[in-house]
């Protein structure tokens, strides 16, 4: 007896590899419901990439707004200064 009719599996069952190697069987009702989801739109109404949960301070503007080099210029400055007066209190300093 073959491992098929051992387990009574079907004869269409397909065996797959995954990239980390992994062995999979899977049916021909398995590859139609994956096809299926491969060929639904994903795309939702409302959503807007820049608005995902992972992405903190990203942010749509209008076409050709940038924002000004100054605010970045004033960030760093506000940031060293911090940084500055913060070690400036760090005993055995040169």
């Given amino acids: 007896m073959s491992s ?4 009574g ?5 397909q065996h797959i590899t ?3 190697g992994r062995i999979l069987r899977i049916t021909d009702a398995q590859i139609a419901a994956i096809a299926a989801q491969k060929s639904a739109p994903t795309a939702q109404p ?3 990439p820049a608005r995902r949960k ?3 301070f990203r942010v749509r503007r209008a076409e050709g707004h ?3 080099s100054w605010w970045m210029i004033g960030a760093f400055l506000l940031t060293s200064g911090i940084v500055v007066a913060l070690l400036s209190g760090v005993p055995g300093g040169a």
């Fill in 18 to 20: 995954t990239k980390t």
């Fill in 66 to 68: 940038e924002i000004s």
């Fill in 46 to 48: 409302g959503f807007d």
């Fill in 54 to 56: 992972d992405v903190l």
């Fill in 9 to 13: 599996t079907s004869s269409r069952a």
């Fill in 4 to 7: 098929q009719e051992q387990t």
